[in-house]
């Protein structure tokens, strides 16, 4: 368990996430995000429920506003965390981050609170666009404070801001990076395939064409059949012009 040192006036997030390399990335993308810091790291379920009770040395629950979930942990299910931070009465809120994709899991996480649901991989906008939402709507609600009463109208706008707010289409599961440089390779030659594709990209040739079809379906690329080959048609893709 490691922890941060945490400033007042932001949120404080308890990245909870088994892979050191994901929850780098996590925090760091944290750290990009106005408004947020991280307020500790748990590799597992117990170290988080440690963590949002009070009982790690160092590290101030009351400190700890948001949980940034994995669902899938070595010593127990994300779904575990929520049902012990609700049963605990933890004052803090949850956003599942993760690849569990199984409509039973959304709905049971969704079922106990949890604020957002992001599905790996997913891009740094995306990532931003659902804190700020949270943060939205924590403030239309009066951010720590418990105290006073709301209008029907107030709710509304809070969950609205919580629900609805979104960013701009792009290419499911296709990292930044990755569209950028198949934009590349594609506008100095174009009409490729996936088989084509990878070698450049360095990657296989299925992870290339999921990258493809991805952006096609997103509606960077243009995808058609190349005729004269004998067998299967194969697909050749194109840049879009001013598509993203």
């Not at 368990?1 to 993308?29: Q, W």
């Amino acid at each position: 368990m490691s922890d941060t040192t945490t400033p007042e006036s932001s949120i404080g997030v308890l990245v909870v996430e088994d892979e050191v390399v994901a929850a780098r990335a996590h925090a760091k993308y944290i750290d990009r995000i106005d408004g947020y810091h991280v307020a500790g790291v748990a590799k597992n379920a117990t170290q988080a429920m440690a963590a949002v009770t009070g009982q790690i040395y160092g590290l101030e629950s009351s400190g700890i506003h948001l949980v940034l979930l994995d669902m899938n942990l070595p010593d127990g299910h994300g779904l575990q965390v929520c049902r012990g931070i609700r049963g605990q009465r933890v004052d803090v809120d949850i956003i599942a981050v993760t690849a569990a994709r199984d409509m039973q899991i959304v709905q049971e996480a969704l079922s106990y609170g949890v604020a957002q649901y992001i599905i790996k991989p997913f891009t740094f906008p995306v990532f931003k666009s659902k804190l700020e939402a949270y943060s939205s709507f924590r403030n239309r609600l009066g951010g720590d404070s418990n105290d006073g009463e709301v209008t029907q109208t107030e709710v509304d706008k809070a969950i609205s801001a919580l629900r609805t707010h979104t960013v701009a289409a792009t290419a499911k599961g296709v990292p930044d990076a990755v569209q950028a440089e198949v934009k590349k390779l594609l506008n100095e030659n174009p009409g490729q395939s996936a088989a084509e594709l990878a070698e450049g990209l360095g990657v296989s040739r299925v992870t290339a064409r999921r990258y493809l079809e991805s952006m096609a379906d997103a509606g960077m690329l243009e995808r058609r059949p190349r005729y004269g080959s004998a067998g299967r048609p194969v697909l050749e893709y194109t840049v879009v012009p001013d598509a993203g």
